[in-house]
Nanobody, 124 residues
Framework: QVQLVESGGGLVQAGGSLRLSCAAS????????MGWFHQAPGKVREFVAA????????YYADSVKGRFSISRDNAKNTVYLQMNSLKPEDTAPYYC?????????????????WGQGTQVTVSS
């Protein structure tokens, strides 16, 4: 089992920045990939970014390329999502996910473990 706890959400004006953190515990040695997803009201959970635990290769949704950056700190078992140039349409709960079976994936149903989510609200 892997447990994930997100933090760092909040309210920010358009153009501002936030950094989300996701701390993993439990069987962290088994993690292959971690990702961030968001889910606006009435919409499906959407891919934001993912990172490989083995080689730190990163993947981004087109909507966040150049604005968001995913990184990891293996010593702390923590993944970060640096969010810059935030837009009102980025508003949503953001969820951290982890998988032990394969590398990074853009499909939410390929991840085994999920955090409780942290709310990001961007005002115009």
């Amino acid at each position: 089992q892997v447990q994930l706890v997100e933090s760092g959400g909040g309210l920010v004006q358009a153009g501002g920045s936030l950094r989300l953190s996701c701390a993993a515990s439990g069987r962290t040695f088994s993690i292959n990939a971690m990702g961030w997803f968001h889910q606006a009201p009435g919409k499906v959970r959407e891919f934001v970014a993912a990172i490989s635990w083995s080689d730190s290769s990163t993947y981004y949704a087109d909507s966040v390329k150049g604005r968001f950056s995913i990184s990891r700190d293996n010593a702390k078992n923590t993944v970060y999502l640096q969010m810059n140039s935030l837009k009102p349409e980025d508003t949503a709960p953001y969820y951290c996910a982890a998988d032990t079976r394969h590398g990074p994936d853009t499909r939410w149903n390929e991840y085994e473990y999920w955090g409780q989510g942290t709310q990001v609200t961007v005002s115009s």
